[in-house]
């Protein structure tokens, strides 16, 4: 059911929540300051990731528009990082900088251009030629992935039962467009004895044996054996995080988080990551290869993070609960990233696993 | 779509330019894509079959496949006020620290307030407090389990029927327990307002009881009403006396264990049980005796014998182990008379601390969310995991005669505590028989038809793994000591029966 | 009583309409039992943690 719990007396008690920072010198001050020059559209960022902050640091001209979405801009930055200007229903990540763009409006439609150059100054980011868009991040809150959870995890029985009940959840309710398809193959839940799985689609067969093949390897331990299968999985599938990468992050986040959370061998951990980045390099699109990268230190979207978390410290219903907020909003990007979350969970809690944890 | 018999939309990763090949969309366009290029292939019978496709396809591209905005999560109690304009309640539960700054938000934004976090400073409840009354709000808290307004639970609560008793309680569980009796009995609630464990603290002065017992003064369809706390300091407790005697309605007066005849009008109820009782007596317009069980004394008698029938020499002491506070201290109000000193980690005494509540010894009523038991982890009354281990615990003692137990169910609790705990009560039995004892369990059950858990089914399982049930927490802690005294207390229990 | 609209009434009278700042449960409980609820995505803000305010400090907000 619920969790609660943390400090203090009485029947009430909190977890403690990520710390976020507010990026403010001074908490009283409530007011934003005028912005520098005038634009055509003013955002204020409520969140910023970690990585991102560091990232935006400067003054003077930082990067260039590379891509536009509705629901995010993304900025390539000078050494070729990322950072993207997100809608707030994308939610805080590592390079998310979150805005209070109404939901109505579409960042599409601000008037910013491909390659339009991004400046810094005080307080702010400017994007844009002549229609510009300002945001304002004076009031932003410093997003930091939690590594270690301030919540006991439970023991390992009772997380494989969380395990086996986030796998039931996405058998039944994932899409299935990319990867979805191999949860109930790879990951045993129980489904597999009532539904007999539907059938793979092109893409779900071809990954099938390399993944099971990763899954091997790193069991072995078999760190520089692991390029080739991660070649052949980097950069396949649809949509604009191809499938395969979606899969790999959630693998190396819940290998992190877990051997963080876990006590489990975390330099080993390292290195497979490691491997597993490295080796997508060149194969995929540049926001793909940044999510990777960032997957690798156990960095991730909070949607993600909090389903992992759950995994390690709720109860099964809080686990389901949060994979099917995870299934819901991030539909086929959700599933194929909640597919590497469990190959993570299942090499981890395996004993006889390089990886494991026992 | 209509002569359309492949699509894809695919970034032009190497990987998935080799699909695409391999699905027969070959040409210069594919090779020179590069894996931020976005690639739309279609194949289609005719130029007219690959409009709407590639429409359909430019319009889902401009969303970013990402996070939807089907769940509306403003960021902050301001943007949620304009969202949702005529919120009338904001419901905290955030670290006690950060409290009162969004409280006081909540408050100027002209919302009542429910503050289920606790470690909330003195001193920023006062201001609340003093805050909201200045507005003509209320602040059910910090540190509320329980409110029930209109019939919808707010925190943790029964789902109990509607009615014509309204409680004023500074304890939550104290308001589940009366109100599942008054539910058992037929009757309702119309409100049941939390003030929180502090408010009739001296410094704080009991501003929500007040206001509270005020609103259902003026509330039409309370027709009593019913005060629960522990006793509080003198000067509060005048204060609130004197606004009970002064009452247009019955008003049931229940300091938990301090009993008195006050006025006809102002009563004292010794346990919560009892409240119950006399609020229903008020409103049915009669009023019954107290009983010290619902069941008759020979059967009682029977069902105690036959516990400790089995029991050893060794076997003396009770040992409660409570998820609820309020009923932990009920149990020593009960038990105390009749067995003398319980020890406790919430005493009533304190000289009757108990060293080390992980350890029991001689008769001990543990409250296991207290803060040693509940950092870190999550609530008793959702997670039995520490209550089954010490369960086995007490069941190892040779000491042990009875183990009481709380269940208790409704909205926040556990989704079915009997097969949480049902086994380990099986193996604690057996533990216990192995070394040649019986192990005694005594339980209340605190919940109505109504609630999540099924009841009857949590009645049945317990029973069936050898649980004695009782109607209430008190008539468990009774049976409880008529069981570990092998019946001697009887002579206190029956023979003062009025 | 002092300080009150002449038009506003208890809490005891209104339907209520519920924001939830905090733990989840209460509001799923909430919805439940069919009450308008919506969810405050809460974070504490600036805490305490050395190597995040002099990064704070780096940014030069």
């Not at chain 1, 539907?198 to 071809?206: D, M, P, V, Y």
């Not at chain 2, 509270?212 to 509330?219: N, V």
Request: with cysteine.
């Amino acid at each position: 059911m619920i969790n609660v719990h943390g400090f203090g007396n009485g029947r009430a008690r909190l977890s403690r929540l990520v710390t976020e920072q507010k990026v403010a010198s001074s908490p009283a001050k409530r007011r934003d300051s005028p912005p520098s020059t005038f634009a055509s559209y003013t955002l204020t960022a409520t969140s910023i990731g970690f990585a991102a902050a560091n990232r935006i640091r400067g003054r003077g001209a930082i990067g260039r528009v590379h891509s536009i979405f509705s629901g995010a801009i993304d900025v390539v930055l000078r050494g070729g990082s990322m950072v993207s200007i997100v809608r707030e229903e994308v939610g805080s990540g590592p390079t998310n900088i979150v805005t209070d763009l109404p939901r109505k409006r579409s960042m599409a439609e601000l008037g910013v251009e491909k390659s339009d150059q991004v400046l810094r100054k005080s307080g702010e980011i400017r994007i844009g030629g002549k229609r510009a868009v300002l945001v304002s991040i004076q009031h932003a809150r410093l997003y930091r992935t939690e590594k270690e959870f301030p919540t006991k995890p439970r023991s390992i029985s009772e997380i494989r039962t969380n395990v086996a009940a986030v796998a039931r959840t996405a058998a039944s309710r994932g899409h299935h467009q990319g990867l979805g398809g191999l949860i109930p193959l790879l990951v045993p839940s129980g489904i597999e004895k009532t539904k007999r799985p539907a059938a793979l689609n092109s893409f779900s067969r071809l990954a099938l044996p390399r993944v099971r093949s990763l899954l091997s390897k790193i069991r072995e331990g078999r760190i520089s054996d692991l390029g080739t299968d991660v070649q052949n999985l980097a950069g396949l599938g649809p949509g604009l995080t191809p499938s395969g990468d979606d899969m790999l992050s959630g693998l190396m986040a819940s290998l992190a988080l877990i051997a963080h959370n876990l006590k489990g061998d975390a330099e080993r951990v390292r290195r497979v990551n490691r491997e597993i980045a490295s080796s997508a390099r060149k194969r995929t699109t540049m926001l793909s290869e940044e999510y990777l990268s960032q997957a690798a230190r156990g960095e991730t979207n909070e949607h993600f993070q909090e389903l992992i978390k759950k995994m390690l410290t709720a109860l099964p219903n809080e686990a389901k609960r949060s994979a099917e907020l995870v299934l819901k909003v991030g539909e086929t990007s959700g599933t194929d990233t909640v597919l590497g979350i469990l190959l993570g969970f299942q090499l981890s809690l395996d004993e006889k696993s390089a990886v494991g944890v026992a | 779509m209509k002569g359309v018999s492949q699509a894809a939309v695919l970034m032009a990763t190497p990987l998935n330019k080799r699909v695409l090949t391999d699905a027969g969309f070959k040409g210069s366009e594919v090779e020179k894509a590069g894996p931020d290029d976005l690639i739309i292939a279609i194949e289609a019978a005719n130029e007219e079959a690959l409009e709407s496709p590639v429409a359909r396809v430019e319009e889902m591209l401009s969303s970013r496949e990402s996070m939807k905005a089907e769940e509306i999560r403003p960021r902050s109690l301001a943007s949620a006020v304009k969202v949702m304009s005529d919120a009338n309640l904001a419901l905290i539960s955030i670290p006690g620290r950060f409290a009162k700054r969004e409280a006081m938000n909540a408050l100027e934004s002209g919302l009542d307030v429910f503050l289920f976090s606790s470690n909330v400073p003195r001193e920023d409840e006062v201001e609340l407090k003093e805050a909201a009354k200045a507005r003509g709000l209320l602040v059910m808290g910090p540190d509320c389990g329980t409110s029930i307004i209109n019939g919808v639970v707010l925190g943790f609560g029964n789902v109990v029927r509607r009615g014509s008793v309204g409680i004023v309680s500074a304890s939550g569980t104290g308001i589940q327990q009366v109100s599942t009796l008054l539910d058992g009995e037929g009757l309702g609630l119309s409100h049941a307002i939390g003030t929180g464990g502090n408010d009739l603290s001296e410094k704080v002065g009991g501003t929500t009881t007040m206001e509270g017992i005020r609103l259902l003064e003026e509330d039409e369809d309370t027709r009593v009403i019913v005060l629960i706390s522990k006793p509080p300091g003198p000067k509060t407790s005048a204060k609130i006396l004197n606004a009970a005697s002064g009452s247009n309605k019955p008003v049931v007066v229940n300091f938990l264990g301090e009993g008195d005849a006050g006025a006809s009008k102002q009563v004292r109820a010794v346990t919560l049980e009892d409240a119950a009782r006399m609020a229903s007596g008020f409103v049915n317009g009669k009023r019954t005796g107290a009983h010290p069980f619902s069941v008759s004394e020979s059967r009682v008698r029977s069902l105690a014998q036959s516990e400790s029938s089995e029991m050893s020499k060794t076997q003396r002491y009770i040992r409660g182990l409570y998820s609820g506070g309020t009923l932990c201290y009920e149990s020593q109000v009960v038990l105390t008379p009749l067995i003398g000193e319980v020890f406790s980690n919430a005493p009533l005494k304190p000289e009757s601390r108990i060293d080390d509540a992980t350890v029991s010894r001689k008769n001990a009523c543990i409250d296991m969310g207290s803060e040693e038991f509940v950092v870190g982890r999550p609530h008793p009354m959702i997670d039995y995991s520490l209550r089954k281990n010490r369960l086995l615990q007490e069941a190892r003692d040779p000491e042990t005669a009875v183990v009481l137990l709380d269940v208790v169910l409704g909205y926040g609790s556990n989704e079915d505590p009997a097969r949480e705990i049902r086994h380990t009560i099986a193996s604690a039995k057996k533990l216990a028989g192995a070394g040649r004892r019986y192990l005694s369990v005594v339980a209340s059950i605190i919940g109505t038809r109504e609630d999540p858990q099924d009841l009857q089914k949590q009645a049945k399982e317990l029973a069936s793994v050898g649980v004695v049930l009782m109607p209430s927490n008190a008539q468990a802690a009774r049976f409880a000591a008529l069981v570990a005294s092998r019946g001697a207390v009887g002579r206190k229990l029956f023979g003062n029966e009025r | 009583m002092k300080g009150k609209e002449p038009e506003k009434r208890s809490i005891l009278k209104q339907k209520l309409k519920v924001i939830n700042l905090g733990v989840e449960i209460f509001a799923d409980d909430l919805k439940r039992q069919g009450v308008e609820v919506i969810s405050v995505d809460w974070q504490p803000p600036a805490g305490g943690d050395e190597e995040l305010l002099r990064l704070l400090e780096k940014l030069g907000a």
